[in-house]
Structure formats: structure tokens, C-alpha cells
């Protein structure tokens, strides 16, 4: 079974573009989520899918994140404009049941940022 | 502000002694913990978890110790082995509230 899956594996960008983050969650797992690590730091929650709703956004930034879920498959997590805060690594988790936090979750190898 | 902290960013063993990592809490309201373990260029992988009601869960040669009162949990690997060398990151939920992560410790177990 194939496990989360995260394109790109890096991307460098300038300060002001915009940036494309995509995450394919393991098969028919229903719940997914986004987290970014800034270099030394923390592993920060940003949000919470349950098929293709938002069930928590709690931990976006800021109105320059912007994350969909067509369909309940794949995910994309979308920055514009990028500024240099944004750097990190975003990694991409899924989970089996609808029932919340006591599944574990399966990250992806996550999407390394940086921005010039 | 932190509501989960790994105060030690590194720790080296030897092989085959007793690995501990700390992480401690603020939050009395978290009631399941867990520890995840991250090798370079890869996300973090599930290693074990404890719940509020348990004081003690066991996984072969890792442990997880939660004193409730202290705030503390610890992870104990034993023997520790020279694949064991990785960043491992502590977290904590309450209900249904997202995951929350300390900074993680970077474990090197020495042959």
C-alpha cells in the first residue's frame, strides 16, 4: 500500500510568488492534514480536512494559506503572496476514521520551502 | 506559548544502554500522548502512544512513562540499537483538538 505522498520534495521561490504544496493521502483514508516545521522549531498544526470539508482551520497563518480538497482525494495548500516566514517544511498527514485524533496518523516526507 | 516542551535538543547513548527522552506539558487538559520518530528527509513516523487513564505503555523495546502529576512523560528505549538514531518528537491532544508537538530531541546511539 502506497503511503502520503507530497509534490514537490523542495521548491525555492522569491518572496511575493506563489507556491502550489500538493498531498495524495494514503487510499480512502478520509481525514487529512497540513503541518509546517520552521527550522529548530515545533511541528505546527495548519488544518483539518474530513473528506473535502474543513473541520478545523485553526492553525492557517494567515489569508495568504489556502487549502482545498476536491473531491475528498488529494490536497493542495496553495501561498500567495510568499513571504519569507513562510519557510519551512510542510508536511502532509492522513488518518483512517472519520472519529478524529485517537487514529494515528501517516505523514508524508513533506514539501521543503524556501523563500528569497 | 509552548504547551508541549522538549527541553533537551540532543541526547547520545552507546548501543545497547538505555535511551530516556523527556517531554513535558502544560496543558492538564491533554488525555492522549504520543511519540513520533523523524529520520533525515522523511515525516515522522508513529512510535507509541499512552493514554490519560494508563501510566505505562510497553512496545517491545520502547516504553512510555506519563506521570500526570508532574506533567511529565518519557520514552525509554532499551537496548538501544545504532538504527535508533533519529529525532523523536513528543505530542499531546485533548478530545478531539489537534496534535500538539514539542521540538523533538535528537537521539545518536553510538556503536
Known amino acids: 500500500e502506497a503511503g502520503v505522498t507530497q509534490f514537490p520534495s523542495h521548491s525555492v521561490i522569491e518572496k511575493g510568488q506563489t507556491v502550489t504544496l500538493r498531498c495524495d493521502p494514503i487510499?480512502?483514508?478520509?481525514?487529512l492534514y497540513w503541518y509546517r516545521r520552521v527550522m529548530g522549531k515545533e511541528i505546527k498544526f495548519l488544518l483539518h480536512f474530513v473528506k473535502e470539508s474543513k473541520q478545523d482551520e485553526s492553525g492557517m497563518p494567515n489569508n495568504r494559506f489556502l487549502a482545498e480538497r476536491t473531491g475528498g482525494t488529494y490536497s493542495t495548500l496553495k501561498v500567495q503572496p510568499a513571504e519569507l516566514e513562510d519557510s519551512g517544511v510542510y508536511f502532509c498527514a492522513s488518518s483512517q476514521r472519520i472519529t478524529g485524533w485517537r487514529e494515528t496518523q501517516y505523514f508524508g516526507p513533506g514539501t521543503r520551502l524556501l523563500v528569497l | 506559548d509552548q504547551q508541549v516542551k522538549q527541553n533537551s535538543p540532543s541526547l547520545s547513548v552507546q548501543e545497547g544502554r538505555i535511551s530516556i527522552l523527556n517531554c513535558d506539558y502544560t496543558n492538564s487538559m491533554f488525555d492522549y500522548f504520543l511519540w513520533y520518530k523523524k529520520y533525515p528527509a522523511e515525516g515522522p513516523t508513529f512510535l507509541i502512544s499512552i493514554s490519560s487513564i494508563k501510566d505505562k505503555n510497553e512496545d517491545g523495546r520502547f516504553t512510555v512513562f506519563l506521570n500526570k502529576s508532574a506533567k511529565h512523560l518519557s520514552l525509554h528505549i532499551v537496548p538501544s540499537q545504532p538504527g535508533d538514531s533519529a529525532v523523536y518528537f513528543c505530542a499531546a491532544s485533548r478530545g478531539n483538538t489537534p496534535l500538539v508537538f514539542g521540538k523533538g530531541t535528537r537521539l545518536s546511539v553510538i556503536a
Open positions: 487510499s480512502g483514508h478520509d481525514n
